[in-house]
């Protein structure tokens, strides 16, 4: 499809009370800290904002969402049309007690890490596993982000989205058709809101679970670096990294990027690395798992946006066995 001018896409826009922005970075945002800009930035006001941009913008312009970026290689091309990243409107988090039962209304622009510590102080028990998951709501509901045994299937009550013509959708978990990593709610759907069950427990309690949660993954993953977190999803009754590691990739490079020592399954900007240097790299990881265990893996980075230059060819793989 051929993208039109860059001021002429403006103009084709509805007007909004958010902020439109041309030719946006996006890599300050994205975990890699790589990647092209968008062509244009929608930061939607709040909700109505968004719902009007929706029902108004015309059908060939294409939209992405854009969460907090730690699930997502962003290609060094950028992305065509429109990225929408959602705004401190659509970061509420309010805790509503039935009994003992608590019911978490979030929004999906809300921080993982931030909803977990407001459930902490509030005494809400059962969403301890959020603090162990970078991401928003939002990236959690169309990942089924999980951790240490629990998802957010397990705690999802209802979300709410827009559709693509701006109407408000209301799901239930039966809806959102949740799997491993995945939800089949339709990719142009953007979530908007969440109510996450939890339960009345002794916030000392939820600290402690909470910490051994920081502590195990602090000792096993590259926190402090520019990576996407697990880059491969398990196969059935295996685990990525063990055949990473088999294949010999631990410690592989390719420019400025690099596999884990810490944790195989990582991939890692190690400075200077561009998205098709770790796309590149990748994907000679699933090439060798193939060959070493005839084992496809699946990625569970999304990768999205536009390829600059990529090359194919693996003539910059360094270490391991290359
Ligand atoms: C160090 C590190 C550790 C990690 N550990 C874990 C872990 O333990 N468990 C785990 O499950 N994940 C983990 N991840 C991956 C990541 O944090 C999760 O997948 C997270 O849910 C992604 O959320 P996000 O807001 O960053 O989404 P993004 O990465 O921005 O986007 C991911 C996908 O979600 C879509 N999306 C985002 N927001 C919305 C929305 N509002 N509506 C519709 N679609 C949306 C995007 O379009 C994109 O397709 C880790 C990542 C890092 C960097």
């Given at each position: 499809m051929m993208t039109a001018p860059r001021h002429e896409l403006l103009d084709r826009l509805p007007k909004v009370r958010g902020e439109l922005i041309v030719d946006a970075p996006l890599a300050p945002y994205a975990w890699f800290r790589v990647g092209g800009p968008a062509e244009i930035l929608f930061r939607p006001a709040d909700a109505a904002d968004l719902t009007n941009f929706l029902a108004h913008k015309p059908h060939d312009i294409p939209v992405t969402l854009f969460g907090s970026g730690s699930n997502v290689l962003v290609r060094d091309g950028g992305i065509a049309g429109v990225v929408i990243r959602l705004t401190s409107a659509f970061r509420a988090c309010r805790v509503e007690w039935q009994g003992d039962n608590a019911l978490v209304h979030v929004?999906?622009?809300?921080?993982d890490i931030s909803v977990a510590r407001q459930c902490r102080d509030s005494g809400v028990?059962?969403?301890?596993?959020?603090?162990?998951?970078?991401?928003?709501i939002g990236g959690a509901l169309r990942m089924n982000a999980g951790a240490y045994g629990r998802e957010i299937a397990h705690v999802m009550l209802q979300a709410e989205a827009f559709d693509p013509a701006g109407e408000r959708q209301r799901l239930t978990p039966e809806d959102m058709g949740f799997s491993y990593r995945h939800s089949?709610?339709?990719?142009?759907w953007i979530f908007v809101s969440a109510i996450l069950q939890g339960r009345r427990d002794d916030p000392e309690a939820i600290s402690k679970v909470m910490a051994e949660i920081e502590s195990n993954r602090e000792d096993s993953q590259?926190?402090?670096?520019r990576t996407g977190g697990s880059t491969f999803m398990n196969p059935p009754g295996l685990k990525a990294w063990q055949l990473i590691d088999a294949a010999g990739c631990r410690g592989l490079t390719r420019g400025g990027a690099m596999v884990s020592e810490?944790?195989?399954n990582f991939l890692i900007n190690?400075?200077?690395?561009s998205a098709a240097d770790l796309e590149g790299l990748g994907e000679e990881v699933r090439r060798r798992v193939k060959q070493h265990s005839d084992v496809t893996l699946e990625w569970e980075i999304r990768r999205i946006g536009r390829h600059e230059n990529?090359?194919?060819?693996?003539?910059g793989l360094k270490g391991g066995d290359a």
């Open positions: 929004g999906a622009g809300a921080i028990g059962g969403l301890e596993f959020l603090i162990g998951v970078p991401g928003t089949a709610v339709p990719e142009d590259p926190l402090r670096t810490k944790h195989c190690s400075g200077g690395a990529y090359q194919v060819s693996l003539g």
